[in-house]
């Protein structure tokens, strides 16, 4: 008996040893792969709101080919990155983003700031495509600086679809929406978007709205949604109306904001009302931008009767008093003619008392003859800070700019960076990891992109490399386009596209497609 056991000790020894050396064997072939680049000593904040830690980076074409926690290992690489202890984490997702590929391809205020993937279509408008992959193809052949998501309009689709302006579509007219939209999700879009505060958004009543949501739902999508109604008085109404449509696909509150609310007891109130939701089986989020002004056409300040389709300069003809009368009350309403700062135009960079003064006229006379309801976009301070830093710390609630490379508003150039140096470095509103994961994972996860998002391997690599204590925000809405700078190392699926203040002539963005 006594040899048997020496005999299968020496037996289970010699399987241990081969096993051993078989693994080793491995290890050591798998580092004799050429890895295109390698990211070193980098403290990995991966996306998942986890706790950071260190590891090296091997990248080999557009993905993450492996992650090692060995940082003393060897590779063989074309080129190494020293990362010596900063951050490394996902490229950030712009959830909600404005600006036209084929134009401004380069996307620098977006790359500035980290951002290397944004969705695009929002607040109900869309390219006019009734084939949306024939723009999709476009964007392909562009190849923009970031990676460009898709949603399709609501407001674009009623106008395609004949719809327009009625507030009940035709069954015929329905019918060609519901086509148009099950087309742009075949096509690749992550969903629908919806502008009710806007025309001819405005019209759509709960009915039409949750067929659309059927479809979406049917093709895996969500709804993003600039709701009806931001005001206090509306906003809990406008969100149980998306609530609804929730019944059948996941909802978003696009930019979450009370209109004139005041401190955190009202933002719980808010807050309150979408965990209910949750709890009751439905999925809904929402996105932020670090900003007390908002930002939007003037049009925001008129009546719609005084908007298409109705004829503005009948309008000012008979009833200039009735439209004068509104407009003074409405700009007083969002704290006085100093909260409206034209962003757009002949006027951009005055607000509205500056404009009365120099114009020597009321300031509702300012907008009726000299602006119109087409004439500017601007800027509105009309949110409460302690109330909007509440919605900030949600777990629900992600990041966006609510920008375009052209907007005259600071959150489309530094958004994303003042997360990190305001809320995360200077106020410590939140940890780095929370931070990121609102940028990156939450994004991903939400949306439904695959690949993105997260470190992990097998993951495409948009990567950003960065001190946190060096990221600045320089955007102001004096001087609304100045560029993010801290981002020391950004890489877009793979290819680095700024390496200090230096941005690579190349592009590397993808079209991306929800499939």
Excluded at 32 to 61: H, M, W
Excluded at 370 to 382: D, L, Q, T, W
Aim: proline letters at 4%.
């Amino acid at each position: 008996m006594t040899s048997l056991r020496k005999v299968k000790s020496i037996a289970a020894l010699a399987l241990l040893a081969s096993a051993l050396f078989s693994c080793q064997n491995t290890q050591e072939q798998a580092d004799q792969n050429e890895y295109d680049l390698l990211v070193q000593k980098a403290l990995i904040v991966d996306g998942t709101g986890g706790e950071p830690y260190f590891a090296s980076l091997l990248i080999s074409g557009d993905s993450i080919a492996k992650i090692d926690k060995d940082t003393t290992a060897s590779y063989k690489v074309k080129r190494t990155i020293n990362a010596n202890g900063m951050a490394v984490t996902p490229g950030f997702i712009d959830t909600h983003a404005h600006g036209n590929p084929m134009k401004t391809p380069e996307f620098r205020n977006f790359l500035a700031m980290g951002v290397t993937t944004i969705f695009l279509g929002q607040d109900g408008t869309s390219p006019y495509f009734e084939d949306m992959k024939v723009w999709m193809d476009s964007v392909e052949l562009v190849k923009p600086a970031v990676n460009v998501g898709m949603f399709a309009g609501h407001n674009t689709l009623r106008m395609m679809s004949g719809a327009k302006y009625d507030s009940v579509p035709s069954e015929n007219h329905m019918a060609n929406m519901e086509k148009l939209l099950a087309n742009a999700m075949d096509a690749g879009c992550y969903g629908m978007t919806t502008g009710l505060e806007y025309n001819p958004g405005y019209y759509a009543q709960s009915e039409e709205l949750n067929r659309l949501a059927k479809v979406v739902g049917e093709k895996g999508g969500m709804i993003m949604s600039h709701m009806r109604n931001e005001d206090d008085q509306f906003v809990e109404a406008s969100i149980k109306e998306l609530l609804v449509q929730g019944k059948y696909c996941p909802v978003h509150v696009s930019h979450i904001k009370v209109v004139y609310g005041k401190n955190k007891a009202r933002a719980h109130e808010i807050l309150q009302l979408l965990d209910s939701a949750r709890t009751s089986g439905t999925k809904v989020t929402a996105d932020f931008y670090p900003y007390t002004a908002s930002y939007t056409t003037i049009g925001i300040l008129f009546p719609e009767w005084a908007k298409q389709p109705y004829d503005y300069s009948q309008v000012v003809r008979t009833r200039r008093n009735e439209l004068a009368t509104y407009l003074r009350n409405r700009v007083n309403l969002r704290n006085g003619p100093e909260a409206t700062l034209i962003g757009s135009g002949k006027y951009k960079g005055k607000n509205l008392a500056q404009l009365s003064k120099e114009l020597n006229k009321p300031f509702e006379d300012v907008l009726i003859d000299n602006i119109n309801p087409y004439g500017a976009e601007g800027a509105y301070f009309i949110m409460n800070e302690s109330l909007q830093e509440e919605f900030l710390k949600d777990p629900h609630v992600m990041i966006c700019t609510d920008g375009s490379p052209t907007m005259s508003h600071p959150r489309s150039f530094g958004s994303f960076a003042k997360i990190i140096e305001t809320y995360v470095v200077d106020k410590k509103l939140l940890t780095l990891q929370e931070a990121v994961r609102k940028m990156t994972g939450l994004s991903a996860e939400t949306i439904g992109v695959a690949k993105r998002g997260f470190i992990r391997e097998g993951y495409k690599a948009d990567i950003l490399v960065f001190d946190p204590k060096a990221v600045k925000e320089h955007a102001t809405f004096d001087k609304p386009m100045q560029l993010s700078t801290g981002f020391q190392f950004i890489l877009v699926n793979g290819q680095v596209v700024k390496e200090g203040e230096r941005y690579n002539k190349n592009r590397y963005g993808e079209m991306l497609k929800k499939r």
